[in-house]
């Protein structure tokens, strides 16, 4: 079971990143969170969770332990996926959802895309007495300019997490025309609710 990869980010998108490892190239599926985290850098450190199914073996991502548990602590959940885990912790940051978690807030669960009221009460019920609130989120996201590589990584992103194109193009072209210096990540959050 392997713990994290570390090494030269070969590539990076909103949904996955590339990390160099001894000539080995690792791709990681990672949320928005992990992918503001590494934007700008050269290397990473990512902390993985290794799927291994008939059909494919997946890396999926996280910047640091307490996301890659929460994550952990999704997908223990009866009908919550590692892409649906996925979309939770690019739709709220670690923080967010340990709050929601802590405070039964169900709403801001299914703002979720794909969550129905069932599956957030779920949530809640099972990960209440696991989930502990921590300390203040220390990571800091340098806001880029919105221009056309903004809106064809939210949309590469959008696509990779299953959303139909022509939509995705669509609400994100909308999104940008009211928030021209928004950011991939939040305009990415922003698609997520309105998809």
Same mark, same amino acid.
């Not at 609400?171 to 305009?187: A, G, Q, Y």
């Given at each position: 079971?392997?713990?994290?990869?570390?090494?030269?980010?070969?590539?990076?998108?909103?949904?996955?990143?590339?990390?160099?490892v001894?000539?080995?190239?690792?791709?990681?599926?990672?949320?928005?969170?992990?992918?503001?985290?590494?934007?700008?850098?050269?290397?990473?450190?990512?902390?993985?969770?290794?799927?291994?199914?008939?059909?494919?073996?997946?890396?999926?991502?996280?910047?640091?332990?307490?996301?890659?548990?929460?994550?952990?602590? /999704?997908?223990? %959940?009866? &009908?919550? +996926? *590692?892409? @649906? #885990?996925?979309? $939770?912790?690019?739709? !709220?940051?670690?923080?967010?959802?340990?709050?929601?978690?802590?405070?039964?807030?169900?709403?801001? /669960?299914?703002? %979720?895309? &794909?969550? +129905? *009221?069932? @599956? #957030?009460?779920? $949530?809640?019920?099972? !990960?209440?007495?696991k989930?502990?609130?921590?300390?203040?989120?220390?990571l800091?996201?340098?806001?880029?300019?919105?221009?056309?590589?903004?809106?064809?990584?939210?949309?590469?992103?959008?696509?990779?997490?299953?959303?139909?194109?022509?939509?995705?193009?669509?609400?994100?072209?909308?999104?940008?025309?009211?928030?021209?210096?928004?950011?991939?990540?939040?305009?990415?959050?922003?698609?997520?609710?309105?998809?």
């Amino acid at each position: 079971m392997l713990d994290f990869i570390k090494g030269e980010i070969v590539e990076l998108n909103p949904a996955s990143v590339v990390v160099n490892v001894g000539g080995l190239g690792y791709v990681a599926q990672i949320s928005l969170y992990t992918y503001s985290a590494l934007n700008g850098s050269k290397e990473a450190k990512v902390y993985v969770y290794e799927a291994i199914r008939e059909d494919a073996h997946l890396l999926f991502g996280f910047i640091d332990k307490r996301e890659r548990e929460l994550f952990l602590l /999704l997908i223990s %959940v009866s &009908g919550v +996926g *590692a892409n @649906t #885990a996925r979309v $939770i912790l690019s739709s !709220l940051n670690p923080k967010e959802l340990e709050s929601a978690i802590s405070s039964g807030n169900s709403n801001a /669960l299914k703002a %979720v895309k &794909g969550i +129905g *009221a069932k @599956t #957030a009460e779920r $949530i809640i019920i099972d !990960l209440k007495d696991k989930v502990k609130l921590s300390g203040s989120d220390d990571l800091s996201i340098s806001p880029t300019t919105t221009n056309d590589i903004t809106s064809v990584e939210a949309i590469a992103a959008l696509v990779m997490l299953g959303f139909n194109q022509a939509a995705s193009q669509k609400v994100v072209s909308r999104i940008v025309k009211e928030n021209p210096d928004i950011t991939v990540e939040r305009l990415i959050k922003l698609a997520l609710k309105m998809l």
